[in-house]
């Protein structure tokens, strides 16, 4: 699965060391919260690596890193415009 960067809404420390807390809406506007791994995580430009399973105009299927805490899965329907290929 090819890697892609997801625009966030808020980045900040998590709860243990290596962590962030991070913040993202669905296409349909609900709100997901998860705690990556640092590695996952751009902090400085707020967005976080996801994998990539299906693009369309509008919208993308990716898959988190982690499993979020206020959501059933890791699959996530995402605005297009919040996604960006790795360099």
């Known amino acids: 699965m090819e890697s892609w960067w997801l625009k966030v809404?808020?980045?900040s420390k998590g709860m243990f060391p290596g962590e962030?807390?991070?913040v993202t809406s669905t296409s349909d506007g609900r709100e997901v919260s998860?705690?990556?791994p640092e590695e996952y995580v751009d902090s400085?430009?707020?967005?976080?690596?996801?994998g990539l399973l299906e693009r369309a105009a509008d919208a993308c299927l990716?898959?988190?890193p982690v499993n979020p805490?206020?959501?059933p899965s890791r699959t996530v329907k995402v605005a297009?415009?919040?996604?960006?290929?790795?360099?």
Not at 44 to 50: L, S
């Open 9 to 11: 809404s808020s980045v």
């Open 20 to 22: 962030f807390t991070v």
């Open 34 to 36: 998860l705690f990556a």
């Open 44 to 50: 400085k430009n707020q967005r976080i690596r996801v």
């Open 62 to 64: 990716v898959y988190l």
């Open 69 to 71: 805490v206020d959501f």
């Open 80 to 87: 297009a415009r919040e996604v960006f290929r790795v360099a």
